[in-house]
């Protein structure tokens, strides 16, 4: 266990496996006060805001309910780009300079790949990266990592399927390159041909001593998996429908496709679901999409405890 030292978290990439279980079992130490039954208030007078360029039902409000609930306060724009200046032209860093002044931290979603990193150097203030664009999704990744921790008791010697449109889902970005950290993972990456993770993290994978297979058959790659993260087809990234219209609905995970492994398999997906996941897996054993939902919030007040310096010295970390 390890404090990371960032003034923001901008992205998984930089994360060691110590910092990630620092992160972890942070967030599992405040679930007292995200459920009520303690009276701590670590953030008691500090302010988040929630600035989104794009839509979010799950990053922005766990943010939000995890900042309410350590005693904060929040101020939040859902929709920046037809809401706020941003409509009129304003720029991220006239932007930036402008909000810090209002609050203590900053959960920002753009679209633009890199903009979080662009807004932590100019900010006084911490950011923290809620999606940018198709790049790294940092805070659901680690709530990723935390549901699989809780759902299948370790992060090491796990056999990892993602399936989707890879090549443009932030989230399984940034879950492949936290898992990377842990031993003995072992990845397959299901997608349609020209869908694949980017070559770099795939590199990344294996310099970190982690082995990946590509297909594109979900069934077979089912059996013996630990874990199955599904993702959507990234419609709001092609700029041609008739591309998009060519993968849509390829994959759809069943219940009866999970049943034909011999393992249960905790099931993940970072929401919203479309046509990849049905709803027969709402009852399957490993079903974890909600509880994961949850983790959300343990996982985000962490972040932002740990960022703004106010872990509670009770527990000595
Ligand atoms: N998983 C996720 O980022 O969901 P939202 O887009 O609803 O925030």
Redesign the pocket.
Known sequence: MERPTYKSITGIKNLSRGNIEYILDLAEKLEPIIQGSSDLQPLKGKTLCTFFY????????SFESAMWALGGRVISMADAQKTSSVWKGETLDDTIRTIENYCNIIAL?HFEAGAAEAADRISRVPIIN??DGPNE?PT?TLLDMLTIRREKGTLDDLRVVLCGDLKHTR?TNSLTLGMSNFRNVEFTFVRPKGFETSQWILDLVKERGCRYTESEDLQESLIGADVVYMCRIQKERFDDPAAFDAIDGKYCLTREMLEKSPKTAAVLH???RVKELDVSVDDYPGCAYFRQTYN?VLVRAALMTMLLDKVPAEYGM
């Not at 794009?54 to 409000?61: A, F, G, I, K």
């Open positions: 794009e839509p979010s039902t799950r990053t922005r409000l979603r809620a999606g999704h659901q989230s970072h929401l919203p959300g």
